[in-house]
């Protein structure tokens, strides 16, 4: 499949000459005072907490950094490739409540979390499980990483995601995760896990994200160095002006993990959107989250880096049509485009704000259909069915013909929500509208979930692991 | 005579180099700062809200008519008087200890003083105790309290149980805002009030004085 380009190639290197020019002029914030250090040794200008990044330096840096990398799994056959000609969907991240048809909006709790693990786990489209789908708001917050990663440790083979909330967190990840998947170095070989990391935008990295990027990086761990540049609020109102602020973020970020360890592997995160003008407030729903995501795709390229941008992404306050064509129009763009890591791929709506059980079912038929378009095909024989078309000829049928019978499964989705029949059945099954059909899926999914089997000695430490951090 | 519904008109565009100009020229002519104010600027302020509530004006444009409704403040002080100046009340705001996200709690500053309050802007990343020790000094009527983290959110609830500890409790109003936050949480943890952004805390704020 080929992909869609937002900017002409000349386009490109005016926007990578303006991101270094804004890193070299107008310089970055970082008040985290060991990665000023690292920085100013390395070359960089500093002034106060401001670190002045020269062209060179973010050139040379960034080019170290692996153009793809290999998440692994517990089960192997589920390891990620993220790069390349691959998307990964993964599903919300960091929504305080929970939202069902059965019991309303609510805040997360550590079984809200669960079910999503055990949701995420169970839909073939959804390749890694998440690190944060809801906020477990009734446990301490002393408690919550290690809960949420022992959950996704054993309640799912797939790779997972790791704290994106300091270093403290990120050392508790790792420790929690080599119980599983061997020392530090042999987790810098084979990753189980990614972490989301954010700048302090515009153009500033706070202590806490400053602090986990370096860990990571240290034990080189993948990480997402992400912006989100809310265009008109904390980056320029034009689309172009946003992409600068967050492209420089981006940059300082990464130029950050390749001085603390070459190599080490990174996602170039855009995630920036328009301000909602009526309210001040972010709008992930907008046509200018596409554009961006767009764009954001074809800077990863430009820069032969793994990217991450999209996902189903709405405003809308509930299991609507506004939810509906908002995601797909975020997930289409992703998708077309030649993004290879999709975060907030299900579930999510009213901004960030909320994981509902129903559009997270709605969602992963999205990924379906985002996964089938991004198959792309082949120009073969086979395929292009010469003999096939001379066979039936005009006037024919080609349902009961052996190449229709041979391939269909492969070639056609098998939607699981949607609804093609016609009305009268429908209307016989129960005039079931979509949102019933995904809050039957979801109970249905979580009644036939049996989890992973993990070796014995394995899962009797990682027991004891998350006992004495309950006991604490 | 300078016609003060001029003054009103540039200040609901954004105009702050004709807002200043015309003010400047009304007092040039004699005409009352309070009647400048009261007439001319606080009357635009108002009409500037509904049409931000009834969605004929954006955010930027609001703003922009605050931040000129400060200046041209500026200009009328020295010629105020104490009761002339009586505000709507003093209100000590700041972002949650261990939350650093600052736009919307200064949207919000922008738009209380605009609508006359006087502010004390603690910054961010405000521990329960500066915010006890703020309210103290300033006799505070409001403190506004804001987060974006689900994390520091109970910060709220810290701060909202420092100031009963203090005493203080009974003396101010506390108002809360950002994303994570609504109504629901404001009632848990015993907050007086909620908004949902920086129009709607200007209002909440009147209402709580009112």
Not at chain 1, 425 to 432: A, E, I, M, R
């Amino acid at each position: 499949m080929g992909f869609f380009s937002y900017f002409s190639a000349e386009e490109l290197v005016r926007i990578h000459e303006a991101t270094l020019t804004t890193m070299e002029t107008t310089g970055l914030v970082f008040t985290y005072e060991p990665a000023r250090n690292l920085l100013a040794r390395a070359g960089c200008k500093i002034d106060g907490q401001r670190v002045f990044f020269p062209k060179k330096l973010v050139e040379e840096q960034i080019r170290k950094a692996p153009s793809q990398f290999t998440l692994y799994a517990r089960n192997p056959e589920k390891n990620v490739v993220v790069g390349g000609d691959h998307i990964a969907f993964i599903p919300c991240y960091g929504a305080p409540f929970v939202n069902d048809m059965d019991k309303g909006r609510r805040p997360g709790t550590l079984l809200d979390y669960n079910n999503f693990v055990k949701l995420a786990h169970a839909v073939p489209y959804l390749d890694i499980t998440g690190g944060m789908m809801t906020e477990p708001n009734d446990i301490p917050i002393s408690h919550r990483n290690a809960e949420r990663l022992y959950s996704s440790m054993v309640l799912s083979d797939k790779p997972f995601m790791g704290a994106g909330t300091g270093p403290e967190d990120a050392i508790e990840a790792m420790e929690m995760a080599s119980i599983v998947f061997g020392s530090r170095e042999e987790m810098a070989k084979k990753p189980p896990f990614v972490s989301i990391l954010c700048s302090l935008t515009p153009l500033g990295f706070d202590d806490k994200m400053c602090g986990a990027i370096m860990e990571y990086a240290k034990a080189g761990m993948p990480q997402l160095i992400s912006s989100l540049t809310i265009a008109g609020a904390t980056g320029p109102v034009t689309m172009e002006g946003t992409l600068i602020v967050q492209n420089a973020e981006i940059l300082a970020g990464i130029t950050l993990t390749q001085l603390v360890r070459e190599g080490a592997p990174v996602i170039f995160a855009g995630s920036s959107s328009a301000s909602a003008m009526r309210y001040g407030t972010l709008s992930i729903g907008a046509p200018e989250m596409a554009v961006n995501t767009a764009a954001t795709a074809q800077m990863g390229r430009f820069y032969n880096l793994p990217v991450r941008g999209g996902g189903a992404l709405t405003d809308s306050k509930t299991v609507d049509s506004q939810a509906a064509y908002e995601s797909m129009m975020s997930m289409m763009m992703a998708t077309l485009s030649g993004i290879h890591f999709v975060l907030h791929s299900a579930g999510i709506l009213e901004g960030y704000i909320t994981a509902s059980y129903e559009k997270f079912m709605i969602d992963s038929e999205i990924c379906g259909m985002c996964k089938r378009i991004k198959r792309g095909e082949e120009i073969t024989a086979e395929k292009l069915a010469l003999d096939v078309i001379r066979e039936v000829g005009s006037g024919g049928e080609y349902l009961t013909h052996m190449h229709t019978f041979k391939h269909f499964r492969q070639e056609l989705y098998a939607p699981v929500l949607e609804e093609r029949d016609n009305y009268s059945n429908w209307h016989k099954k129960g005039s079931l509208t979509m949102e019933q059909r995904a809050n039957a899926k979801y109970k249905e999914l979580l009644e036939k979930y049996t989890e992973p089997s993990m070796d014995p000695e394995m899962r009797k430490e990682l027991d004891h692991y998350i006992k004495s951090v309950r006991n604490a | 005579m300078t016609d003060l519904s001029d003054i009103t008109t540039a200040l609901i565009s954004g105009d702050g180099d004709k807002v200043c100009r015309l003010v400047q020229k009304a007092l040039d002519q004699g005409a009352p700062a309070a009647d400048i104010l009261n007439t001319g600027l606080i009357a635009g302020m108002d009409i500037v809200g509904e049409k931000m509530q009834s969605g004929d004006m954006f955010i930027p444009e609001v703003l922009m008519s605050a931040k000129t409704m400060n200046t041209a403040v500026e200009i009328l002080k020295p010629f105020l008087s104490a009761e002339d100046m009586s505000s709507a009340g003093h209100i000590v705001i700041g972002t949650v200890k261990g939350d650093l996200h600052d736009i919307g709690k200064n949207l919000v500053s922008m738009m209380v003083e605009s609508a006359g309050f006087k502010v004390t802007d603690l910054g961010v990343d405000v521990s329960p105790e500066a915010f006890v020790k703020a309210v103290q000094e300033n006799k505070a009527d409001i403190v506004a309290l804001s987060a974006l983290l689900t994390t520091t959110m109970p910060m709220m609830q810290q701060t909202i149980h420092a100031l009963v500890e203090s005493g203080l409790r009974d003396k101010v109003k506390i108002i809360i805002g950002g994303a994570p936050v609504n109504q629901e949480f404001a009632d848990r943890i015993g907050a007086d009030g909620y908004a949902s952004d920086a129009g709607s805390a200007s209002r909440l704020a009147k209402q709580l004085q009112g």
